[in-house]
């Protein structure tokens, strides 16, 4: 989770921005628990179980866990604020004080926060606590539901091969049963089960269930349920809501705006075990992967993805920061797609000084035969790029791509998979033959070929090594040329070295670019508005779609040739937030934009178009009081003599110019041909615009 809080606009809120950050992990871990506990006067024993300070017991109950606590009674969890709060009775910002008092911190309560941002914030914070704890009650739960019933058990064990002490120790569960009456028996409100992103919310309001009948993986972070992600099993209905492998939990957005901001979708599966600062780190592809590697002894993490998202690695680069050696273990499949996306991965850690390795599965019996098959049915064999694996793939149809899906799913293999039949001793084997990164790379240079070819794949690779400290980028260069004797160490230096010029002159730059001040320049130059997703821009009475291609030309044109793509996302990024409108504000209830100004529908005042009225749609009508509509009248009369439903039709016009769909109708002209449906849909679309 996040080790830096900024006061800044919540979603959805009205508060302001201060310009302060606080670390408040620096304040959750400047105690350990146990010094904590004994400073606060509570007794440890010596298996480092308290007697719970949420309930009272004649017996201590509450496990010290290096960062939290947990109560094995009551199921009460706290990190070191939680506790301090709890014990002494402080607000928040009073226990992270007491915290800074005892371990000689600064105090954050002289921070230019207002009482309104300060009451903000700790709502937010309220919020959170109160969500992961819907989420934990969630957990335990699903978990009943799937130790209760043995055929979904069954299933699962024979699936996974995970034992039932690992089952119950991480509450993996089964999405069944009445979930929402047993979150109401303990004591939480629709809003606060809605809050979770566990449950979508239908046309009344009414939360439903997101996961049915899957298995559920609840992600444990210092004792509490953060996120958690569902798998389709045999039971899953088949339609297109639960087509998908998994699911994960929705998150907040602005067609959300009932889930809490505090479910966060980027953390990953186990992250935990960061906080204990393990030598090593196994890094799966998915989430039984990590379970079964965590069941061998061995500390893992998952993004439960292919390729980790960039702004991920940004949260979670400081915590590998303190790793000796980072694993990263993918499914070993014939598209590639596992390889290619530890290897993404690996550069990023590789640039950030960090010691990365790629752990390559062995195949077994099963998988060899499917590759053979694959390659004697279809020509396509792992030698082969993804993307043209890819295309040989779409080019098969009927049962020749049903049978490819079927044995491309035996050609592959994954960690979980391999710990069906292998040991951790056979897995630590595995470490000791893993890869480092440098050399996966040197692996795609070819040994024959024209040395314009061999300086093509290795250009970039030098790049890479350019980023690297200063103590470490000569090893580096010195390994290459171990690798290819008949390249000349010092011209290599020399393109290290012109490399390293131009990443000074770029971060030279960089810190002098400010984003805010273009994103201003832009907002000036053009009213601009960010509206469900896309950028609009005022042009003629009206806000026009503005395509993201448009706007990164624009900004591309105001750098200059120099320009930089990560000065185009940043500027980009600014101008979304500086320009950002809630739904509601945008084309209100009541006003008609058209081609001669604002129609105020209810009065019949027109008023002249401006940038102030948000409005993305206009009708290229005008609109004068004086002017009769004798065509238009003289038709009616002949296609609906009844007044009755020439009066009807004109309700319904009325009602397609307004946002309103309140009434939840829908309107089906009938009639044969030729008799007028036609002429006015016509007239409907022209007002519309």
């Known amino acids: 989770m996040s080790n830096c809080y900024q006061l800044d606009k919540p979603r959805g809120g009205n508060c302001s921005t201060t310009s302060g950050k606080i670390d408040l992990d620096l304040y959750r ?42 109560c094995f009674g009551c199921g009460f969890n706290a990190n070191l604020i939680g506790i301090v709060r709890h014990i002494k009775g402080l607000g928040f910002w009073e226990a992270v004080n007491w915290i800074a008092n005892e371990a000689g911190l600064p105090h954050v309560q002289g921070r230019d926060w207002t009482p309104e941002q300060r009451a903000e914030f700790e709502r937010r914070q309220a919020e959170a606590e109160r969500t992961f704890e819907c989420l934990t009650k969630l957990a335990d739960y ?48 629709l809003d606060e089960i809605k809050a979770t992103g566990a449950f979508v919310v239908d046309k009344n309001g009414r939360p439903c269930a997101f996961f049915k009948k899957r298995f559920v993986f609840p992600y444990w972070f210092r004792g509490t349920v953060r996120y958690m992600i569902g798998r389709r099993t045999q039971w899953t209905e088949d339609n ?45 592809e998915g989430v039984t992967d990590c379970i079964s590697a965590t069941q061998a002894g061995f500390d893992s993490i998952s993004p439960v993805t292919t390729r ?31 390889e290619a996306g530890a290897i993404d991965s690996a550069e990023v850690l590789f640039k950030a000084g960090i010691d990365v390795r790629i752990v390559t599965l062995p195949l077994g019996e099963k998988q060899e035969k499917a590759r053979q098959e694959i390659s004697k049915r279809f020509g396509i064999t792992v030698e082969m790029s993804p993307g043209d694996i890819l295309a040989a793939k779409q080019a098969l149809s009927g049962d020749d791509d049903e049978d490819y899906e079927m044995l491309a799913k035996d050609a592959k293999t994954d960690l979980n998979e ?55 980028w000569k090893d580096h260069i010195e390994a290459v040329c171990k690798r290819f004797s008949h390249l000349d160490t010092g011209a290599l230096r020399k393109e290290v070295a012109h490399h390293r010029k131009e990443n000074e002159a770029e971060k030279e730059a960089s810190s002098k670019f400010l984003p805010k001040a273009y994103s201003n320049r832009i907002m000036e130059s053009v009213p601009v508005m960010h509206y469900l997703g896309g950028f609009y821009h005022y042009r003629g009475g009206v806000y026009r779609s503005w395509y993201r291609q448009e706007v990164d030309k624009l900004i591309m044109d105001m750098l200059g040739e120099n320009v930089q793509p990560y000065q185009v996302d940043q500027i980009r990024s600014i101008l979304e937030i500086d320009t950002f409108k809630r739904p509601e504000l945008v084309n209100l209830p009541g006003l008609l934009n ?34 009769t509509c004798h065509t238009w009248m003289t038709f009616l009369d002949r296609v609906l003599p009844d007044p009755d439903q020439r009066m009807l039709l004109a309700e319904i016009f009325g009602y397609c110019l307004t946002t309103e769909i309140g009434k939840h109708k829908a309107f089906i002209l009938l009639g044969e041909g030729a008799n007028g449906k036609g002429v006015v849909l016509d007239v409907l679309r022209a007002l519309v615009g």
Not at 309 to 324: G, H, M, N, T, W
């Open 29 to 70: 871990n400047a105690l350990s628990v146990r010094d904590a506990c004994e400073r606060l006067g509570i007794s440890v024993n010596g298996s480092e179980f308290i007697s719970c300070p949420n309930h009272s017991e004649s017996h201590a109950s509450a496990k010290l866990y290096p960062e939290h606590i947990h």
């Open 142 to 189: 699903y978990h009943e539901q799937l130790v209760s019933n043995p055929q979904a058990l069954e299933a699962f064990q024979a699936q996974y091969k995970i034992s039932r002490a690992t089952i119950d120790l991480l509450k993996i569960g089964f999405a069944n049963g009445a979930v929402i009456a047993c979150l109401r028996e303990n004591g939480f409100s």
């Open 240 to 284: 297109q809501f639960e087509k998908a492998k998994y699911k994960k939990l929705l998150t907040w957005s602005e067609k959300r705006p009932y889930v809490s901001s505090a479910i966060d979708n980027s953390v990953f599966y186990g992250e935990d075990a960061l906080s204990v600062r393990p030598a090593s780190i196994v890094i799966t």
């Open 308 to 338: 980790i998202k960039r702004a991920d690695f940004e949260r979670i680069l400081p915590k590998l920061k303190s790793v000796k050696i980072v694993y990263l273990v993918n499914d070993n499949e014939i598209s590639g797609m596992g």
């Open 418 to 472: 391999y710990f069906h039949d292998h040991t951790a001793a056979d897995f630590r084997a595995l470490q000791k033959q893993a890869r480092e990164f440098l050399d996966v790379m040197l692996d795609t240079v070819p040994a024959g070929g024209s040395p314009r070819e061999r300086y093509r794949v290795l250009a970039p690779i030098m790049k890479i090594i350019s980023e690297q400290p200063e103590l470490t």
């Open 594 to 627: 058209i081609a001669n100004g604002l129609l105020n529908v209810k009065t019949g005042e027109l008023a002249p178009h401006t940038p102030g009225v948000l409005s993305t749609a206009q009708s290229s009508v005008t609109f004068d009081p004086a002017v």
